[in-house]
């Protein structure tokens, strides 16, 4: 979740970025002033800044170049209706991350909004890694936390691999740390350096995704103001991390086989290709085998991304890691919150080990973060700790029962009655975050988008309606 400041003097266009903002997962802060949101910044910290050119009597450029004063790393993209060159140059020399004309598609600035995300998490991580640089080279990247037999095959392989050139695939269920694995070979690897990027390939609309990975110049495209140079770019003597990478659809598989066949890209409008120095991480949850077996997937394609396939083993084949990760995340959130850091009790460290976690890392680090913040003494008891894992029935609503009644029953109703309420659910638990929540069910996330277009959901962070 981001912490986003916006800023713009027309109430009800604030306000809506406000709800669009809080849909996507994020924090929102509204402000109607330059002056006040100046102030504010100097206070208080800020991932991303959305900014009306006109604030009233003032500019945004204002409050930009306030903005890169207090808070040099934070991100600021300039939202206007009356766009000139000269104000777009302007804004880009200060430091502005994009500029955006209105009215803007929900779906075209959810990306620019992850993009300027991204960006800002790499400055951090880049801040970092330079702190790590006086590290000796075995210890780095050393976040996979497991002493399992599995586990440690991972990491021998990682320090086998990690200082080549080739492209490695990940493999392994949903939840289960593939992209620590990929940071991991970037952070042991002598790209250590250069920036590590990541990209989740199914969140990202099917037209988009050419736009996204290799760019596109200004004009290419209705909505295209600017030159974007693409995520290969960005990763320039770095590690590009595409995660998801079952996917893609296959017009964007062909054009992926090209640039690495031939390390160059050509982004989309242009006339030249730009040469590339990347080394590619791939991870997917799908058998990719099978994936080429129902045309669904290029052949070509998958011998060139496994190369070197690392398979993440599912938590409950290695049950010998469970307690050390929980205690891990027990302290990793109490370090967060400012508290100290609470144990395990032998009856629910025994509770943790007999649970199957269907949803793998991702799932315990969840409940530890529940326990901690439930937790009321030094020690995690058991009702701090979801039902599913106690041992506990889920109880589903009446309408939801699985008996067959005597008089029968429409099963398309009752299925569908099924399949809302678990996606409200999931939505709920990762506050509208539709590419979590997806991960959450074991979706892909055009699967989980076409669900809710099929339940008549609300528009969120996919859709193309114009504001």
Request: glycine share 8%; hydrophobic share 40%; charged share 25%.
């Amino acid at each position: 979740m981001a912490n986003i400041l916006i800023v713009d003097d027309e109430l009800s266009l604030r306000e809506y970025l406000g709800i669009f903002l809080r849909k996507l997962g994020h924090q929102a802060t509204l402000i109607g002033e330059a002056r006040q949101a100046i102030e504010l910044g100097e206070r208080q910290d800020f991932d991303l800044v959305l900014c009306d050119l006109c604030i009233g009597e003032h500019s945004g450029l204002d409050v930009l170049r306030a903005f890169k004063v207090s808070q040099p790393t934070t991100e600021v993209i300039i939202v206007t209706a009356f766009a000139t060159v000269e104000n777009a140059l302007e804004a880009m020399r200060l430091g502005a991350y994009d500029y955006v004309m209105k009215p803007f598609k929900n779906q075209e600035l959810a990306l620019l909004i992850d993009r300027a995300l991204e960006k800002r998490e790499l400055s951090r991580e880049n801040e970092s890694l330079k702190i790590q640089l006086g590290t000796p080279a075995h210890r780095r990247g050393r976040e996979l936390v497991g002493q399992s037999a599995a586990m440690r095959t991972v990491q021998t392989l990682i320090d086998k691999v990690a200082q080549s050139k080739t492209n490695v695939l990940v493999v392994g269920e949903s939840g289960v740390g593939k992209e620590l694995v990929a940071r991991a070979l970037h952070q042991q690897s002598a790209r250590l350096r250069g920036p590590f990027v990541p990209i989740n390939c199914g969140a990202i609309p099917e037209g988009l995704i050419e736009s996204e990975l290799f760019g596109h110049v200004r004009g290419a495209f209705s909505g295209a103001i600017g030159d974007n140079p693409g995520l290969f770019k960005a990763a320039q003597g770095g590690t590009l991390f595409l995660d998801e990478v079952g996917e893609l659809p296959l017009s964007a598989q062909v054009k992926l086989l090209r640039a690495l066949q031939e390390k160059r890209v050509r982004p989309v409008g242009g006339v030249r290709d730009v040469e590339i120095d990347v080394r590619l991480v791939a991870a997917t949850n799908r058998d990719l085998a099978a994936e080429v077996r129902a045309s669904r997937f290029r052949e070509d394609l998958f011998y060139r991304l496994n190369v070197i396939q690392i398979c993440v083993p599912p938590l409950r084949e290695r049950r010998e890691d469970i307690v050390p990760l929980a205690q891990h995340f027990l302290e990793e959130t109490a370090s967060e919150l400012g508290v100290g850091a609470p144990v395990l009790t032998e009856e629910v460290a025994s509770r943790l080990c007999r649970y199957a976690w269907p949803g793998n890392v991702r799932e315990l680090q969840n409940a530890m973060e529940r326990a901690v913040t439930l937790c009321e003494g030094g020690c995690i008891e058991l009702d701090t700790l979801p039902a599913t894992v106690r041992g506990e029935s889920v109880q589903l609503e009446d309408s939801m029962r699985l008996d067959l009644p005597e008089g029968g029953l429409d099963l398309e109703s009752h299925l569908e009655s099924l399949e809302r309420h678990l996606i409200q659910q999931a939505l709920s638990r990762t506050n509208g975050n539709r590419t979590s929540a997806a991960k959450l069910l074991g979706l892909s996330f055009r699967s989980l988008r076409y669900r809710l277009a099929k339940l008549g959901f609300g528009e969120g962070r996919d859709s193309g309606a114009n504001f």
